[in-house]
């Protein structure tokens, strides 16, 4: 069959490509302008190559912040992915307490971000505080204003608290799906819990456990909110995440130049793991792991 | 190995059951005798995998005992009980090879490992995936999924027994063929116990030794294939065994004298006076079309199934089939039936009443 060919059809892709324009194109490549140029203020603008670029991957600063950023996705993630899926095992699998136990689950994920902020900010200080006054009761040093340590528990424990229902509710999902059939077999071959959950569960729950860690992953590297509201990046610079630092140099100190070639990398770093995890993930796929 | 006696037992889902109706296993005492091969056939929901589910002890029975040899493992764990069991649908243990999914219920009981190897090597070649057995389970076909899981039921020498659930309902029926033979023969070669459950009348008659009959909660009839032929206990075996199923005609009975809407037949035995709901069941390889003799009937049509035919017709309002040989004509003006006298069943309220040899 020849194909019709009929230019007119452009024209149906005009307004997506203007929305995109609008909303994507444009900014980002605003983003690239300032990157690669050097101003003096006045609106008057001279080219800078990629000395920005070259400042930015010799910045300590960036380099601790995305030392930071790393480790915090990465202990949220070693928390929240067991945590979630030891919740999702321990539930009721039916009946009243199934529907109430999801429901009281799903309450943190509802909350606005600012909100789960203030209601941290508030919850660990020391004078007000239920958390704080509590700790510091019971004779437990804990300031998150003052000790980095405890400010990056309170930013770990905040995030536990808002995210884990996130990873048990998608391991939930995984489990009810599991035919009754699998657990019978498992106990007529004399399984042990530990084998149905190697060789069952886990298995049958692969799927959805890839999207909860790409999910959590994701939101995680670009968090700003909470540990702005709870911390504002400190003590000192001990919790500010690539994100803070990014708008503190770009809104803060109106370095633009610098700031644009920050989110451009910030950006590449995202896609680069992104890639990675999504190749493991097909990888394992293929394989039938 | 074991023989299986069943004392008493019923099962109610409900956790009072109140009335007959709430059991889903009406009140049973058995004997599954040791070695031997039987068939639980029913239609779907008459209580056979309940009854399945309480002997592997999955389920716990809501009365009675059960008896593995004498020993009561009403309450014991499967595992305990040391039996197989294949499910309607695949289960295989996805991330692992076919040969550790062969090997996983041997190795869970710590069995040697030199004797695994060998003992999966045999499986795999009686199931006929021996090629396929470093392959990962995952991305096989469902017939190869419920080999796999056939070969994990058949693993083990030493269980009491082999419990098998509709096991070849997702399988190709030529496959299910070759290996339901598989299965006989391996029952002459190890003589286990082995229950199979079907709701397929030609799977239950062509694997069992002994055919249990379920209904509606109940075992209605155990006996050999040609018992279950010949002299069905009840009504519904009649309906269920056999194609087209046997008919059942309600009837007058007294002494050696059946009495259709007025017309009268001679039985081969007799009878002293019924109460109840009476009925005659008779086979449709049992009755003949004729001309001049017998009961008139109305002939709706004729269906040839190529072995034989089928004549769909019509006594005094109730539909009752005949079985005709394959080159025998079929006329217009034959519109009456006949039946064979010795194998003319009397049904009192659904059960078969044995009359008296005259």
């Known amino acids: ?289 | 190995m074991a023989k299986i006696t069943l004392d008493n037992l019923a099962h109610s889902y409900y956790p009072n059951p109140k009335s007959e109706d709430d059991f889903a296993l009406k009140e049973l005492n058995h004997d599954w005798a040791d070695g031997e091969a039987y068939a639980l056939l029913g239609s779907s929901g008459c209580g056979k995998s309940t009854l399945l589910n309480i002997i592997s002890g999955l389920l716990q029975p809501s009365q009675g005992r059960i008896l593995f040899d004498g020993h009561d493992v009403t309450h014991a764990t499967t595992s305990d009980r040391n039996i197989a069991q294949v499910f309607q649908f695949p289960v295989v243990y996805d991330t692992m090879t076919v040969r550790d999914n062969l090997a996983f219920p041997l190795k869970n009981r710590g069995a040697d490992p030199k004797y695994i190897a060998e003992r999966v090597q045999q499986i795999g070649q009686m199931i006929g995936m021996e090629a396929e057995l470093d392959n990962r389970a995952r991305g096989l076909t469902a017939d190869a999924k419920q080999k796999i899981s056939l070969g994990r039921g058949m693993v083990r020498e030493d269980v009491n027994a082999l419990l098998f659930d509709e096991p070849l309902t997702v399988i190709d029926p030529h496959m299910k063929w070759e290996l339901r033979t598989q299965l006989k023969s391996l029952h002459h070669q190890f003589g286990h116990t082995m229950i199979y459950v079907t709701h397929d009348q030609t799977e239950a008659l062509t694997f069992a030794d002994k055919v249990v009959v379920m209904y509606d909660g109940r075992v209605v009839q155990i006996g050999t294939p040609q018992e279950l032929f010949e002299r069905p206990e009840h009504t519904f075996v009649g309906y269920f065994i056999g194609s087209p199923g046997m008919n059942v005609i309600p009837a007058k009975v007294s002494g050696k004298m059946a009495n259709v809407h007025g017309a009268s037949l001679t039985l081969d035995r007799g009878y002293t006076a019924l109460d109840g709901k009476v009925e005659i069941g008779v086979r449709p390889e049992f009755v003949s079309l004729t001309k001049g003799e017998g009961l008139p009937v109305n002939v709706r049509r004729v269906e040839d199934v190529g072995r034989h035919k089928i004549v769909r017709a019509d006594l005094f309002g109730n539909e009752i089939n005949i079985v005709a040989g394959e080159d025998q004509s079929i006329s217009p003006d034959m519109n009456r039936v006949v039946f064979d006298p010795k194998h003319v069943n009397v049904y009192v309220n659904d059960w078969l009443k044995v009359g008296e040899a005259a």
Not at chain 1, 105 to 113: E, G, T
């Open chain 1, 1 to 289: 069959m020849e194909k019709t060919v009929n230019q007119k059809a452009w024209f149906l892709v005009l307004p997506v490509l203007l929305l995109v324009a609008f909303s994507a194109v444009i900014p980002l490549m605003t983003v690239v302008n300032y990157s690669v140029q050097d101003t003096f203020g006045n609106n008057q603008f001279f080219w800078a190559g990629l000395e920005w670029f070259e400042d930015m991957l010799h910045s300590d600063r960036m380099w601790d912040a995305l030392a930071r950023q790393l480790m915090f996705s990465a202990i949220i993630l070693m928390i929240q992915i067991p945590l979630g899926i030891f919740v999702a095992l321990n539930m009721p699998k039916s009946g009243f307490w199934s529907s109430f136990c999801l429901v009281m689950m799903s309450l943190p994920l509802l909350i606005p971000w600012n909100v789960v902020g203030t209601i941290w900010q508030i919850f660990g200080r020391v004078d007000i505080g239920l958390l704080g006054y509590t700790l510091d009761a019971l004779g437990i040093s804990y300031n998150y204003t003052q000790n980095s340590f405890a400010a990056w528990a309170t930013v770990i424990v905040m995030d536990v608290w808002h995210w884990t229902s996130l990873v048990a509710l998608l391991a939930f999902a995984g489990l009810k799906s599991i035919p009754d059939a699998y657990y019978q077999a498992a106990k007529i071959d004399q399984a042990s819990r530990w084998a149905i959950f190697r060789y069952i569960e886990l298995p049958k729950m692969m799927g959805v456990l890839m999207i909860a860690i790409l999910l959590r992953f994701m939101d995680s590297f670009m968090i700003y909110t909470e540990p702005f509201v709870v911390t504002g990046g400190g003590p000192g610079n001990s919790t500010t995440l690539l994100s803070i630092d990014l708008v503190k140099m770009a809104l803060g100190q109106f370095d633009l130049g610098p700031a644009a070639a920050f989110s451009i990398m910030y950006y590449l770093v995202i896609l680069l793991i992104s890639w990675v995890f999504y190749t493991v993930m097909t990888n394992l796929d293929k394989k039938g792991g």
